[in-house]
Structures are given as structure tokens and as C-alpha cells.
């Protein structure tokens, strides 16, 4: 009943509250986005959704578009901002998300929607993820780390699949939030984890030169 119904409601009434009362608070931080990294306020991706159907996730940008001298985007690392590192350790800058929640692209909880081009890097025991909506808090929370690595995270959102349930909807917000004291203590908006496909590559190159 929760799965089926319950969770899509919880998921429509929250989020359209969340969105008219944070609505100062999105003004505030697109203003200062706007004025320290210009236009587009917001950083648009595709993103694969639940049964792996493309949809499009929006967040308030965290980096500028430096370019070097042959025109090609910095590091990203080069192009974050002060403000850009505190909006993803404070994880504002994922609070657009809540329209594709309110539009149900997307849940509250679920493993977090991941890039189209990450596709292919996918095992195939790991694409269960995706018989779920994707979620703004993601269970690998409960691993109670800042940064889990990848099959950490995957072990997680596989977990969640087989278990879903208000109880543990509950239970990974909670954790959430302690782990969001623990981000502003590591400077979590700073770390530079691999984007999976590179991750994965460099793992079957090493394979290939066992």
C-alpha cells in the first residue's frame, strides 16, 4: 500500500509545501548564483529516471564556466566557488529537485538519479536501482559515510529496492541529518569523488593488464 500509493502522495503533498515555503529562500540563493556565477542559475542534466526513462534534474549551479586558453571548461574542481562548496555541503543546491518530486520524476528517498552517460558502467545486478523513483536523500546514508564509494552506494540502493517501506524511508531521513553535520565538518562540498564511468574504466583497464 505504501509503495504503490502512499509514498507518491507523501511525495506530492511535502514537496508542494516545501517549494511554497523555501520560495524566499530559492529567490535568495538564484540572486547570489546569478551574481557570483552568472546565468543559468540553474545546472540542467539528463538523468536516468525509474525504468530507466531519461528525465531532466535541476540544481542551483556550484561552478563557473572558466574556460583555458584553448576554450575548454577547467577542472571542476578549478571552477567551484566558496559559495558553490557551501551549497553542496548544506546540499541547497538540490533543492530544484523538489519540482521533479512535485512532478514525479523523482521521491524524496531513493537512490539518487545518476547521469545518462553513466549508463553503460552499470553492472547488471546494479541496474535494480532503477525499478525505483530515484530520491533526493539517497539510502546509502545508512553506511553513515560522506562519500561512499560506488559499490557501497549500489549495495544500498539495492537494498532499498528490496525493502522499501515507510519504516525505512523514515530511518534513512533521519540518518540524513546527522550526516549533514558530518558533511560541514569534512568540508564535504569540496571532495572530488570520480564520476563513475571514469571510476569504471580505470578498473577494467587495470583488469585487462592483469
Known amino acids: 500500500m505504501y509503495k504503490l500509493f502512499i509514498k507518491r ?23 547570489i548564483v546569478r551574481i557570483q556565477m552568472g ?6 542534466q539528463d538523468r536516468i529516471g525509474k525504468n530507466e526513462k531519461v528525465f531532466k534534474l535541476r540544481k542551483f549551479r556550484s561552478m563557473t564556466n572558466e574556460t583555458d586558453s584553448n576554450g575548454n ?10 559559495f558553490g562548496i557551501a551549497l553542496r555541503t548544506s546540499s541547497l543546491d538540490e533543492l530544484p529537485e523538489l519540482f521533479s518530486i ?25 541496474r535494480k536501482r532503477h525499478n525505483v523513483r530515484g530520491g533526493l536523500i539517497p ?10 564509494k560506488w559499490e557501497t552506494q ?6 532499498y529496492v528490496d525493502n522499501l517501506s515507510f519504516l525505512l524511508d ?6 540524513t541529518f546527522l550526516i549533514l553535520f558530518k558533511r560541514v ?8 569523488r570520480p564520476h563513475l564511468n571514469e571510476y569504471r574504466s580505470h578498473i577494467d583497464v587495470n583488469k585487462e593488464s592483469i
Open 9 to 31: 502522495l507523501l511525495d506530492i503533498v511535502l514537496s508542494g509545501i516545501a517549494i511554497i515555503v523555501l520560495s524566499p529562500l530559492y529567490i535568495i540563493i538564484a540572486i
Open 39 to 44: 546565468s543559468p542559475v540553474l545546472f540542467s
Open 73 to 82: 571548461l577547467l577542472d571542476e574542481q578549478l571552477r567551484l566557488t566558496k
Open 102 to 126: 512535485l512532478k514525479g520524476d523523482m521521491s524524496f528517498v531513493g537512490p539518487r538519479p545518476l547521469p545518462v552517460y553513466y549508463g553503460p558502467y552499470f553492472y547488471e545486478n546494479e
Open 139 to 148: 539510502p546509502d546514508g545508512l553506511s553513515k559515510e560522506t562519500t561512499p
Open 154 to 159: 549500489f549495495e544500498y540502493d539495492n537494498y
Open 170 to 175: 523514515c530511518k534513512i531521513i533521519l540518518v
Open 185 to 192: 565538518e569534512n568540508n564535504y562540498g569540496a571532495e572530488d
